[in-house]
């Protein structure tokens, strides 16, 4: 199975930094990459399509770029209802595969 | 708007059986791949199964292969997922999630149901 490797898996910040989270596949998905937020409690919620498209309604502080097996999914200046945990997520081959996540917190 | 909405979790004793359904809105149901998609109790997110718009392709994860079945129904705007011979790591929340952007090859996923909680516990 093409596996996800996302880091970190944990990240402390401020309002107002600079966030990246990146997502490295194991083989060349393309740009068949999506990103989730989920918020304890929540369904995840999608973010980013295709690498780096803005779901509809979503903040533009987040984004993503990347494509083939390196990814990057940034929040450019972090908000106090940003915590959450991150998923990465590709969708170019099944088994349908999502990173670890990546856990943030508001310092 | 789109609308998932999941029921039929519960508890039930390691072997036994459940049937969990998805009732879908807000799109055309039938044009869509739908998945499930899980997590247990404090880990990350599992993928399970998916099945076509038309329900004649499915795919499963090797971790429920034999053991689930999915299902829609078309007619009633519904998804299934008939899962046998449960275990304690099956224990989960189980999500049914619209495709969403896809390639050839694979479904993405846009949107998710809030998820219906299955125990497997003696």
């Known amino acids: 199975d093409l596996r996800m490797t996302q880091s970190p898996s944990s990240l402390s910040a401020s309002v107002g930094d600079r966030v990246t989270i990146t997502c490295h596949a194991s083989q060349d998905i393309t740009n068949y990459l999506n990103w989730f937020q989920q918020k304890p409690g929540k369904a995840p919620k999608l973010l980013i399509y295709?690498?780096?498209n803005l779901e509809t309604g979503v903040p533009s502080r987040f984004s993503g770029s990347g494509s083939g097996t390196d990814f990057t999914f940034t929040i450019s200046s972090l908000q106090p209802e940003d915590k959450a945990t991150y998923y990465c997520?590709?969708?170019?081959?099944?088994?349908?595969?999502f990173g670890q996540g990546t856990r943030l917190e508001i310092k | 708007e789109v609308q998932l909405l999941e029921s039929g979790g519960g508890l039930v004793q390691p072997g036994g059986s459940l049937r969990l359904s998805c009732a879908a809105s807000g799109f055309t149901f039938t044009n869509y791949a739908m998945n499930w998609v899980r997590q247990a109790p404090g880990k990350g997110l599992e993928w399970v199964s998916v099945?076509?718009?038309?329900?004649?392709?499915?795919y499963y994860a090797d971790s429920v292969k034999g053991r689930f079945t999915i299902s829609r129904d078309n007619s009633k705007n519904t998804l299934y997922l008939q899962m046998n011979n449960l275990r304690a790591d099956d224990t989960a929340m189980y999500y049914c999630a619209k495709e969403g952007r896809s390639s050839v090859s694979a479904p993405g996923i846009d949107y998710w149901g809030q998820g219906t909680l299955v125990t497997v516990s003696s």
């Open positions: 295709d690498a780096s």
């Open positions: 099945i076509s718009g038309s329900g004649a392709g499915t």
């Open positions: 997520q590709q969708y170019d081959n099944l088994p349908i595969t």
